[in-house]
């Protein structure tokens, strides 16, 4: 279905069905289970019949059947089909080579289906907003610094002859919990009482950051490991768009596509539970877009960004996030800016159907064959989770591919809908970063706080002139089927770039 049919004509049969994936699948997918109701709703909302693909424009033209089904009168079938594929190639038997590519692209880049946004947003919000986060957090750091300080000195500790008192020490490591209960707890009120610093813009990215400062602080790395289950930091975690605004690029640098800003998506199928997921994506993230686009400077160095809003219906590949990740690929060619993509999302958007898979995997195929042929470089950073219609249209598209570190759920079906399929479970490792460096899917792990530096050390060599394409170390660790998988660790794993 993905790889087939991306034509310039395709042609379906009457009483054929086209799917972006099955009925049982979607069930267990969407209503996590495959009984006899929830497939024949999700069946209802996929719209996978000839009809609907021909409304949709993911098909050009059905061959009727009737009352004499080609599985009942094949030959009756075939003269059809024969009669519509001699017709349609009549029609487009004069495009040849790059001709016949363009006319493809142009009908693909046409496509698709969304709306536009009731709550706008200047194209500097979002900088602004990491901006606000970036010196409210360094506030708070320094006031919480100077108020633990406080509770763990000798005056805040000692009785009246000096000596620490065992009920102050108490009292002072119960103030500590406190604080880390009511950072746990996003109380910010609590936070101001005690700090002096009033906070309303941390994520829950920042928030978890600032329990980890405050455990680090009070006990060290050695104390704060046993009140962490990873051990005093988390390894890995989803983060909001603002966040990989603030962690990856200059201050104020950042500015969304004003051209694109407020595409959004709408429920065209009119699927079942569609519209209360995108309201519930737009409380969770206060965006109402699965991607925001835009450029941006990463130490002085321009370039255009997209990150995926994983928090809005899972960010799954659907028509405005393939036309907003259109225009930034075509605006990264025409200015000959590179392309660093942060992609987390969870397959296709079935709640689109088929459209959401047939359109948007050739577009941005498309785009990204347009950026090579022109020589400029995509620099793809792939988190937890980038699967199927994510993945295989621009995710593990890249010229070279950094896997953020503590990341899983990275391939083409999910580890639950593999083991649901193949009735067994898979290795315990399967699509983690060390799995997939392995067998030569990505060049490279890295750790969320680390992103910055790797990619100006990649945006310096792209400066300089040359190319990313000798740097994949994928191309040495491919795969081969009946193979021995080497054994590599994730320092081993992790090339350094050779200066000079």
């Given at each position: 279905a993905i790889a087939i049919t991306p034509t310039n004509r395709t042609i379906m049969n009457q009483y054929a069905t086209y799917m972006v994936i099955s009925p049982g699948g979607c069930a267990s997918i969407l209503f996590r289970n495959r009984d006899l109701e929830s497939i024949k709703k999700a069946a209802a909302g996929l719209r996978l019949t000839s009809d609907d693909a021909l409304a949709q424009g993911t098909v050009d033209e059905v061959v009727q059947e009737g009352c004499c089904p080609g599985h009942r009168y094949p030959a009756l079938l075939l003269e059809a089909g024969k009669e519509a594929i001699i017709r349609n190639l009549r029609e487009i038997i004069s495009l040849r080579g790059e001709e016949a590519e363009k006319v493809r692209?142009?009908?693909?880049?046409?496509?698709?289906?969304?709306?536009?946004?009731?709550?706008?947003?200047?194209?500097?919000?979002?900088?602004?907003?990491?901006?606000?986060?970036?010196?409210?957090m360094a506030e708070l750091q320094d006031a919480i610094a100077e108020y633990l300080k406080k509770r763990?000195?000798?005056?805040?500790?000692?009785?009246?002859?000096?000596?620490?008192?065992?009920?102050?020490?108490?009292?002072?490591?119960?103030?500590?919990?406190?604080?880390i209960y009511a950072v746990e707890h996003h109380d910010a009120d609590y936070i101001a009482e005690e700090t002096g610093v009033e906070i309303t813009s941390l994520t829950a990215a920042q928030w978890a950051e600032l329990r980890e400062f405050i455990l680090?602080?009070?006990?060290?790395?050695?104390?704060?490991?046993?009140?962490?289950?990873?051990?005093?930091?988390?390894?890995?975690?989803?983060?909001?768009?603002?966040?990989?605004?603030?962690?990856?690029?200059?201050?104020?640098t950042f500015r969304e596509f004003e051209e694109t800003i407020r595409y959004c998506s709408v429920d065209q199928l009119h699927f079942p539970g569609y519209t209360e997921a995108l309201q519930k994506g737009l409380r969770t993230t206060g965006l109402d877009t699965g991607i925001v686009t835009g450029t941006a400077e990463i130490e002085?160095?321009?370039?255009?960004?997209?990150?995926?809003?994983?928090?809005?219906?899972?960010?799954?590949?659907c028509d405005e996030i393939g036309e907003k990740f259109r225009y930034a690929a075509h605006y990264a060619m025409e200015k000959g800016l590179p392309l660093v993509s942060v992609s987390m999302g969870g397959g296709a958007r079935m709640q689109e159907g088929t459209p959401s898979m047939h359109r948007n995997i050739p577009k941005a195929q498309h785009a990204l064959n347009e950026m090579a042929e022109a020589g400029v470089p995509h620099i793809s950073v792939i988190a937890d989770p980038t699967l199927g219609g994510t993945a295989i249209s621009y995710g593990l598209r890249g010229d070279y591919m950094i896997v953020v570190r503590g990341s899983a759920n990275i391939g083409f079906s999910g580890k639950r809908v593999v083991e649901q399929f193949q009735q067994r479970p898979v290795a315990a490792d399967f699509q983690h970063e060390t799995w997939l460096l392995a067998r030569g899917f990505v060049d490279e792990c890295v750790a969320t706080d680390d992103m910055r530096?790797?990619?100006?050390?990649?945006?310096?060599?792209?400066?300089?002139?040359?190319?990313?394409?000798?740097?994949?170390?994928?191309?040495?660790?491919?795969?081969?089927?009946?193979?021995?998988?080497?054994?590599?660790?994730?320092?081993?794993?992790?090339?350094?770039?050779?200066?000079?």
């Open positions: 692209r142009a009908k693909f880049f046409a496509m698709g289906t969304w709306g536009e946004s009731e709550r706008p947003r200047s194209v500097t919000q979002l900088a602004e907003q990491a901006a606000l986060q970036n010196r409210d763990g000195s000798k005056q805040a500790i000692s009785n009246g002859n000096g000596e620490p008192g065992e009920e102050l020490k108490q009292a002072a490591r119960l103030q500590v919990a406190h604080l680090e602080r009070r006990y060290g790395e050695r104390g704060s490991g046993a009140l962490h289950p990873t051990g005093g930091k988390s390894v890995y975690r989803r983060l909001h768009p603002v966040d990989w605004v603030r962690k990856l690029t200059d201050e104020m002085k160095h321009p370039l255009v960004l997209t990150v995926n809003n994983f928090g809005f219906v899972g960010s799954s590949l530096r790797r990619l100006t050390e990649l945006l310096q060599h792209i400066a300089a002139g040359r190319s990313l394409v000798k740097l994949q170390r994928r191309r040495q660790m491919r795969w081969q089927p009946g193979g021995n998988l080497p054994e590599i660790g994730i320092a081993e794993a992790t090339p350094t770039l050779h200066r000079g």
